[in-house]
């Protein structure tokens, strides 16, 4: 079984920064790829950043030049650090991985999600 551990949401006021960290844990599971999504009541969740197994990332319109995504392969770990944060980038933050765990097929999976609340 594999797992998506969160950590690093919060309050932080507008302008401040934050960081959050996502761990793959489990057994003989590969990484296609790694990233963070967020969702707002009554919209679907939407991706923020993610980045595949050949390096590439891509961002979300909103938060480039903002957050950087970053990935530690030996710890099957991603961060996700997000700067200059507005209150428009209050959501629920997921992770998520596309990966392949022993002979089957890729798979979504999900974290349990991270509450991050930009406000004054």
């Known amino acids: 079984q594999v797992q998506l551990v969160e950590s690093g949401g919060g309050l932080v006021q507008p302008g401040g920064s934050l960081r959050l960290s996502c761990a793959a844990s489990?057994?003989?599971?590969?990484?296609?790829?790694m990233g963070w999504y967020r969702q707002t009541p009554g919209k679907q969740r939407e991706l923020v950043a993610a980045t595949t197994s050949g390096g590439s990332t891509n961002y979300a319109d909103s938060v480039k030049g903002r957050f950087t995504l970053s990935r530690d392969l030996a710890q099957n770990t991603v961060y996700l650090q997000m700067n200059s944060l507005k209150p428009e980038d209050t959501a629920a933050y997921y992770c998520?991985?596309?990966?392949?765990?022993?002979?089957?097929?890729?798979?979504?999976?999900w974290g349990q999600g991270t509450q991050v609340t930009v406000s004054s």
């Open positions: 489990g057994r003989m599971f590969s990484i296609n790829a």
């Open positions: 998520w991985g596309f990966l392949r765990v022993g002979a089957l097929p890729s798979y979504d999976y």
